[in-house]
């Protein structure tokens, strides 16, 4: 093989390669289906896509279908709004979709919604088609007592205007409930509530729950009520019970007391004896102190015992005989 053959194969080489990169940096077909749709783009700027860390088709292919729908975007905003870390392919899709639906809508807003991480194809398609919310069973306490369970269905449309910023679907579920719950609360009877359930809608919708919202409450149903338990009963119930434990309480605390003052005098009572006990002690010691002073004759000592014998016989006498004598004998 001569020299001219080989330089002639790494020339075919070089260009082969050459031919490989210029493809893979530059997407030249990407390129020559935007031309064939009608985007008028240049080869250099998808080039400067690629310097950019910018992936071409999630840019062009969007723009495609933009342009395809009448929509006049640029390049620029697309570029911008993915190095911003936005969704470019949902934000076009929103804007066809609010163009199909005569809703007033430009990319800036589009994009900052998207970049405030709502769903903003979502929201055009439920401004389309409004959404239905169920709420879960929702007690109230009327004011006769009677607990009364409601369920509704709140219908709500997306509010585009207040989408940044504005609250989401728990809130307006927290804001019904507590519409329910006031309406039932301020009610009679609960037969009022089973009566005009549409009372409840009513009243909740006057009050603009969905001030502040992303969301636009067209209506509010009741889709099922309940009655549930004897709250007021129940209350007064317990209230009683525990009256009757502190009644209880105070009771024990006065037996408790008279127990203890009655120990009390128990004890002073013993106390009393003891010291009648300890000063007929000293009686016979005074005896013996007088018998020995010359106080007291034997005679009459002996007449004292004579005397104290004849007592304690006595007693005795009539211990015996009370002992003896039954209820039927005193009658």
Do not use: C
Not at 99 to 111: G, M, P, Q, V
């Amino acid at each position: 093989m001569d020299a001219s053959t080989v330089g002639i194969l790494i020339i075919a080489a070089l260009i082969i390669i050459g031919l490989v990169i210029l493809f893979t940096f530059v997407p030249i077909m990407l390129w020559i289906s935007a031309l064939s749709s009608g985007v008028k783009i240049g080869i250099f700027t998808l080039i400067g896509m690629r310097l950019r860390r910018v992936v071409p088709r999630r840019v062009i292919e969007p723009l495609i279908k933009a342009t395809k729908a009448g929509l006049d975007l640029h390049t620029n905003q697309l570029e911008s709004h993915y190095l911003a870390g936005g969704n470019v392919d949902r934000v076009v899709n929103a804007l066809i979709a609010a163009h199909r639906a005569n809703i007033s809508l430009t990319f800036e807003r589009t994009a900052a919604i998207d970049l405030a991480g709502r769903d903003v194809l979502q929201a055009v398609q439920m401004s389309v088609n409004p959404k239905v919310i169920e709420t879960p069973f929702i007690s109230g306490v009327a004011i006769n007592g009677i607990e009364v369970k409601v369920k509704a269905r709140i219908t709500v449309r997306a509010n585009i205007d207040r989408l940044v910023g504005g609250a989401g679907e728990e809130t307006i579920v927290a804001r019904v409930g507590e519409g329910v719950v006031s309406t039932i609360g301020s009610s009679p009877s609960h037969k009022d509530v089973l009566k005009n359930p549409d009372t409840i809608s009513k009243t909740v919708l006057e009050k603009g729950l969905d001030a502040g919202t992303a969301f636009e409450i067209l209506s509010i149903d009741i889709a099922d009520v309940d009655i549930g338990k004897n709250i007021g009963a129940m209350l007064q119930t317990e209230q009683a019970e525990a009256d009757k434990n502190i009644a209880q309480a105070k009771a024990e605390e006065r037996r408790a007391m008279a127990v203890a003052g009655e120990q009390e005098m128990r004890a002073r009572v013993e106390e009393m004896h003891a010291k009648v006990v300890e000063a007929e002690s000293d009686v016979p010691l005074a005896m013996a102190a007088a018998l020995r002073a010359g106080k007291l004759g034997v005679m009459d000592y002996m007449n004292y015992n004579n005397i104290k014998a004849d007592t304690e016989m006595r007693h005795s006498f009539g211990d015996q005989g009370t002992s003896d004598t039954s209820p039927n004998d005193s009658k």
